[in-house]
Antibody, heavy 117, light 110 residues
Framework: QVQLVESGGGLVKPGGSLRLSCTAS????????MAWIRQAPGKGLEWISY????????NFAGSLKGRFTISRDDAKSSLYLQMNSLRAEDTAVYYC??????????WGRGTLVTVSS | EIVLTQSPGTLSLSPGEKATLSCRAS???????LAWYHQKPGQAPRLLIS???SRATGIPDRFSGSGSGTDFILTISRLEPEDFAVYYC???????????FGQGTKLEIK
């Protein structure tokens, strides 16, 4: 069965950096676009970024361009999110998701990132 | 940028009743790129409907989606206890190459 497992969340100070990882299993990772979505405490869902197969294309939500970087390692079936210059408003649960024809058909359980001094 | 507005914000119903949730887009959207999810407390969201009306794998037939243009509806024909959750609509904008979510509708037990 499809599994997506995030790791790397935690407490970080404002201005700091964090790298999230997601390990996928149960499907041919290299055949799918992948994405990150986040959810601030008590709030709705916010799409962050996606990466195409072969890492050919990436795109980010406008407010996050320049601070976040998405990458993938198909040999390791892994997805990454490098987050720099973190702010309090970046505090959220970050979900790794599989993209499939304009929808997100599988989600990880999420990893919590807390930005606080 | 297309904005999705969901209504109502909160819907209070009893098990066995019918639920009708609305998602309105700020401009006409491609039906094939409209999806619905629900999220139970403490869990990740789950895909319910893709292409505005196609149920995802394993989703019961009491869930149905409809609509076109700017107005989309998610209907739950007879509510089961496990259906009480937050529901989100989502759109993929092929011109901006990005995704947007509605703000959510909370379906609560009356």
């Amino acid at each position: 069965q499809v599994q997506l497992v995030e790791s790397g969340g935690g407490l970080v100070k404002p201005g700091g950096s964090l790298r999230l990882s997601c390990t996928a299993s149960g499907f041919t990772f290299s055949n799918y676009y992948m994405a990150w979505i986040r959810q601030a405490p008590g709030k709705g869902l916010e799409w962050i970024s996606y990466i195409s197969t072969s890492s050919t294309y990436t795109n980010f939500a406008g407010s996050l361009k320049g601070r976040f970087t998405i990458s993938r390692d198909d040999a390791k079936s892994s997805l990454y999110l490098q987050m720099n210059s973190l702010r309090a408003e970046d505090t959220a649960v970050y979900y790794c998701v599989r993209e499939n024809v304009a929808t997100f058909d599988y989600w990880g359980r999420g990893t919590l990132v807390t930005v606080s001094s | 940028e297309i904005v999705l507005t969901q209504s109502p914000g909160t819907l209070s119903l009893s098990p066995g009743e019918k639920a009708t949730l609305s998602c309105r887009a700020s401009q006409s959207v491609t039906t094939s790129s409209l999806a619905w999810y629900h999220q139970k407390p403490g869990q990740a969201p789950r895909l319910l409907i893709s292409g505005a009306s196609s149920r995802a794998t394993g989703i019961p037939d009491r869930f149905s989606g409809s609509g076109s243009g700017t107005d989309f509806i998610l209907t739950i024909s007879r509510l089961e206890p496990e259906d009480f959750a937050v529901y989100y609509c989502q759109y993929y904008d092929n011109s901006l190459l990005g995704y947007t979510f509605g703000q959510g509708t909370k379906l609560e037990i009356k």
